[in-house]
């Protein structure tokens, strides 16, 4: 049973360029959330994306949007890359939206801007 | 607001010796309560959840944690640590109005032989 993947693993950007990141949910899973965690932080959530739209939205700009597909992976594009913007983005998934529902972490993509 | 304190950055203890990491949370309605680990340059690992029920729950690799309504705390303890389970550990909580999780700074613990 394949956990949640994410590609790329690392990655090195310029400042004002654009990244796109990919996700691949658990299997049976069709909720998909993105976190950010900077360094010696905890993480972030950025959005959750369920049925193809947007459902919650975090403190983010809108340099930050992201999308999923009928097969529920997802992606997080951001625009106009700033050096804070600079971390580790985790995606998670899970089974609806139930509170108790457990929500499972892929490994990450490391993002580094300069 | 919904929020998570652990209020220790790290925890130092001797391999075969019980080993506590605290959390404490501050939430509107039932609590639905989380612990992660992550280990170096990795993703997080889901140890265990509370939802209802029995205060002390179980989960992987021998943890377990103890949930406490009137302290509004959910401790995350092992009986005898080992040194693999050095690592820094997350607690969460869901935020019962659109479900996104709740982290708190992180607890590194530090198991030395």
């Known amino acids: 049973d394949a956990g949640v993947t994410q590609s790329p693993t690392h990655l090195i950007k310029t400042r004002g360029q654009q990244v796109t990141l990919r996700c691949s949910p658990k299997s049976g899973h069709d909720t998909v959330s993105w976190y950010q965690q900077a360094l010696g932080q905890g993480p972030q959530f950025i959005f959750q994306?369920?049925?193809?739209?947007?459902?919650q939205r975090g403190n983010f700009p809108d340099r930050f949007s992201g999308h999923q597909f009928p097969n529920y992976s997802s992606e997080l594009n951001v625009n106009a890359l700033l050096l804070g913007d600079s971390a580790l983005y985790l995606c998670?998934?899970?089974?609806?939206?139930?509170?108790?529902?457990?929500?499972?972490f892929g490994e990450g993509s490391w993002l580094t801007v300069v | 607001a919904q929020s998570v304190a652990q209020p220790e950055d790290q925890v130092n203890v001797a391999e075969g010796n019980p080993l506590t990491v605290k959390c404490t949370y501050s939430v509107s309605g039932n609590p639905y309560l989380f612990w992660y680990v992550q280990y170096p340059n990795r993703g997080l690992q889901f140890l265990l959840k509370?939802?209802?029920?029995?205060?002390l729950v179980k989960g992987s690799y021998g943890f377990e944690a103890e949930f406490n309504k009137s302290q509004t705390s959910f401790h995350l303890k092992k009986p005898s640590a080992l040194v693999s389970d050095s690592a820094l550990y997350f607690c969460?909580?869901?935020?019962?109005?659109?479900?996104?999780?709740?982290f708190g700074q992180g607890t590194e613990l530090s198991v030395k032989p």
């Open positions: 994306y369920y049925e193809e739209e947007e459902r």
């Open positions: 998670a998934s899970s089974f609806g939206d139930r509170l108790g529902n457990t929500i499972y």
């Open positions: 969460a909580v869901r935020n019962n109005q659109g479900g996104k999780l709740i």
């Open positions: 509370y939802i209802t029920g029995d205060n």
